[in-house]
C-alpha cells in the first residue's frame, strides 16, 4: 500500500485557512479540511488529536503569526508614514487584493466556540491597537489615533464583506491605498 503524500506544516495551515476563510467554523467539516489538504481524516486527527476545534486553533495561531510579520512596519520602522505604507501593501497581498475573506470574520460567526472566537477577537485587537500606536506617533492624540485605527479597520473589513458579497474588490484596494491617509494626522 502506498504511503500517502506529506505536507509540510506551514503548507498545510496555508490550505486550512483558505477553508476556515470562506466557510467559517461551523460551515467546515472535516471532510472539507480533508479535501482541502489531500490528507485523509486519520491523518488530520494524527496531526490535530482534538479535531475541527485544534485545527481552528491552529489556524488562527498561524494567522497570528502572519499578522506579527504584516503589522511589523507599521510597528517598527522608524518612518511611520513608510512603516503604514508597507503594512498596507502586505494586507494587499495578505487578502488577495481583496478577494480572499477574512478569517477573523468567518472564525466569529455563530457557531464558533467561544474560545476560537476570543482567539480571532485578539487578534483584531491586535490589528487596531497596532493601528492605534502608529496614528498616535504619527502626531495624533490617543482619542483621535483610536477613531482613525478604528476607520481603518472598518473600511478594511468592510471592503472584504464587499467583496465577498458584490464579487468587487475596488473598495479593498482604496481603502488599503487610503491607509497612510486614514492613520497619519492631516496636514497643516
Do not use: N
Amino acid at each position: 500500500m502506498a504511503r500517502p503524500p506529506s505536507i509540510d506544516d506551514a503548507q498545510l495551515l496555508d490550505l486550512l485557512v483558505s477553508v476556515f476563510r470562506e466557510k467559517g467554523f461551523d460551515g467546515t467539516a472535516i471532510g472539507d479540511l480533508s479535501a482541502a489538504t489531500g490528507l485523509q481524516r486519520a491523518s488530520l486527527y494524527h496531526r490535530f488529536p482534538a479535531g475541527k476545534e485544534e485545527i481552528a486553533d491552529a489556524v488562527l495561531t498561524a494567522v497570528g503569526e502572519r499578522f506579527r510579520w504584516i503589522l511589523a512596519p507599521l510597528r517598527e520602522d522608524p518612518d511611520v508614514a513608510k512603516g503604514i505604507k508597507e503594512t498596507a501593501r502586505r494586507l494587499g497581498d495578505f487578502y488577495g487584493a481583496g478577494a480572499l475573506s477574512c478569517v477573523l470574520d468567518t472564525m466569529t460567526l455563530a457557531g464558533t466556540p467561544p474560545k476560537l472566537r476570543d482567539h480571532a477577537r485578539d487578534l483584531g485587537k491586535t490589528w487596531v491597537d497596532a493601528m492605534t500606536d502608529a496614528s498616535r506617533r504619527a502626531g495624533r492624540t490617543p482619542k483621535q489615533a483610536a477613531r482613525a485605527a478604528k476607520d481603518a479597520f472598518l473600511r478594511i473589513e468592510g471592503a472584504l464583506v464587499l467583496a465577498r458579497v458584490l464579487g468587487e474588490t475596488d473598495a479593498f484596494a482604496e481603502a488599503v491605498a487610503d491607509l497612510p491617509k486614514l492613520l497619519m494626522p492631516p496636514k497643516r
